[in-house]
C-alpha cells in the first residue's frame, strides 16, 4: 500500500482509529523497514506518510474503528486506481 500511495495509485485509504506503524520507506528500493517503537531514530509513522501521500495526489482517506474497516483483520486496507 505504501509504494502505491507514493506513486498516486489509491483511490480510497482505510486507517483503523488510534493504530499506527512506525519505520522507514525507502523510495528507491521500494521497501519498508517496520520498527517497533515510534522513538527509535530516524523513524517516522508509516500510516501519516501513507495518508499524506494519498491526499497530496487525489485520494481519500477514512479513519475507521475496527469494526468498520473494510477487512476487520488488518489496520491498513486500500482502494486503487489502477
Not at 54 to 71: C, D, H, N
Request: aromatic residues 12%; without cysteine.
Amino acid at each position: 500500500i505504501i509504494p502505491a500511495a507514493v506513486d498516486g495509485r489509491i483511490e480510497a485509504l482505510f486507517l483503523q482509529r488510534g493504530m499506527d506503524v512506525y519505520g522507514v520507506y525507502n523510495q528507491d528500493k521500494r521497501t519498508v523497514e517496520r520498527m517497533q517503537y515510534e522513538m527509535e531514530y530516524n523513524r517516522a509513522s508509516l500510516f501519516n506518510m501513507t495518508a499524506t501521500n494519498t491526499l497530496i495526489k487525489g485520494g481519500r482517506v477514512f479513519l475507521e474503528s475496527q469494526e468498520k474497516m473494510p477487512f476487520v483483520e488488518t489496520e491498513i486496507n486500500a482502494l486503487f486506481r489502477y
